[in-house]
Structures are given as C-alpha cells and as structure tokens.
Antibody, heavy 126, light 107 residues
Framework: EVQLVESGGGLVQPGGSLRLSCAAS????????MHWVRQAPGMGLVWVSH????????LYADSVQGRFTISRDNAKNTLYLQMNSLRAEDTAVYYC???????????????????WGKGTTVTVSS | DIQMTQSPSSLSASVGDRVIITCRAS??????LNWYQQKPGKAPKLLIY???SLQSGVPSRFGGSGSGTDFTLTISSLQPEDFATYYC?????????FGPGTKVDIK
C-alpha cells in the first residue's frame, strides 16, 4: 500500500527548531518530487517546499526561505523538513505529499500531488 | 507569484444538487490546474489533475474544465460524502499556490 506517515511535530518556543519526518512505503521517494504543504488552524492549504526526484532542485515558499530545509534519505525512504528560527505564524498542520507527473502528447509535464500523509502538528508558542 | 481565487467561498446545497465551483488564476496557466477535496481533520485528496483528468478511484460525478485563467469543478449530483472544502492549485510555476478554498455544506 502506498502510504506517507509524518512525525516530529510538537510544541516549540519561538526561535526554536524542529525536524519533521515523512516515512514512505509502497513507493520510492527518490523517484518522485516530494512536497511539504501546511495548513494553519482554520485556514487554507499553503505549499511550503519541494524536492525533485534528482534531489538537486529544492524550492521554498518565500515565508520559509532561509529557515527551512527540505531533504531526503533514500536508504530510509524518508523525506525531512528541518525548521529553524520558528515563528508563531509557522503554527500549522504539516503534510507531506507525493508529486506525480502527467505527460501529454507533446511531452509537456504536468505536476500534481496524488498521495498525502495525515499530517503532523507544529505549534510555536511560548 | 501566481494568485488563485475561488468563488464562492462557501455554498449550501442539498443532496442531488449540481454544484459548480470556479477558480481563477492571476495569469494564464494553460491546464496546469488541480483540484483537491478536504474533509475536516483529514488530509487533502486529489480529485482532478491537468484541469479535467479524473484521478483514479474518484467518482465520475466530479468533473473539471477550463484552461488559461478560468476553471470550474462540477459535482453533477451532490452526495452526502461530498460535503467538504475544495481547493484548486496551480502547478504552472513555483510556488505552487492553492486557492483559498470553497466550503460546501448541507442546506
């Protein structure tokens, strides 16, 4: 069964750090783009970061650039999000999601997130 | 960054109703548009990708259309399990922005 399971969330003080993990099963993370998406309480979905299948292309939302780092361990088939200098506005449920690609007749690539974990909650508060 | 808007922000409907949700991009995104469904306390679920392709396992009462800047998600006959929040998302360019969501609840 294809599955993603996040862990590592918790309560942290402003300025602190956390590392989120996303363990994959049923597929290989290094064969897919992988994403982190967050959702603040009562709010909508916000894309945070992704890493491509090669591991070379890592992008971040402006709001976390320079503070968060996405990575993966191919041997453990696990995605990570290292979060430093945490702020109250980082409080959210963090989801990891598998990226998938559709190729049209002209070999154009279309990206979407087809498998999601259940999320892990991060609370930044003193 | 590409901004996504959705309308309405919420709607009330009855079982059996036809429901249409619209999504607009701040610039042309061709058909780089996905739709997700989210129920309270649950992870999002992919419904539609590339604007109109139905994800495997998703009921055929869900349909997507549009290209460029204007898109629609249609539920042809609303079922009890469809009461949820629906998000569009563009995958044309990073950041892969989501719309603010449309909450569908019971009339």
């Amino acid at each position: 069964e294809v599955q993603l399971v996040e862990s590592g969330g918790g309560l942290v003080q402003p300025g602190g750090s956390l590392r989120l993990s996303c363990a994959a099963s049923g597929f290989t993370v290094s064969s897919h783009w992988m994403h982190w998406v967050r959702q603040a309480p009562g709010m909508g979905l916000v894309w945070v970061s992704h890493i491509d299948s090669n591991g070379f292309n890592r992008l971040y939302a402006d709001s976390v650039q320079g503070r968060f780092t996405i990575s993966r361990d191919n041997a453990k088939n696990t995605l990570y999000l290292q979060m430093n200098s945490l702020r109250a506005e980082d409080t959210a449920v963090y989801y990891c999601a598998r990226g998938n690609t559709y190729y049209d007749f002209w070999s154009r690539e279309y990206y979407y997130m087809d498998v999601w974990g259940k999320g892990t909650t991060v609370t930044v508060s003193s | 960054d590409i901004q996504m808007t959705q309308s309405p922000s919420s709607l009330s409907a009855s079982v059996g109703d036809r429901v249409i949700i619209t999504c607009r991009a701040s610039q042309s995104i061709s058909t780089y548009l996905n739709w997700y469904q989210q129920k309270p306390g649950k992870a999002p679920k992919l419904l539609i990708y590339v604007a109109s392709s139905l994800q495997s396992g998703v009921p055929s009462r869900f349909g997507g259309s549009g290209s460029g800047t204007d898109f629609t998600l249609t539920i042809s006959s609303l079922q009890p399990e469809d009461f949820a929040t629906y998000y569009c998302q563009q995958s044309h360019s990073a950041p892969f922005t989501f719309g603010p969501g449309t909450k569908v609840d019971i009339k």
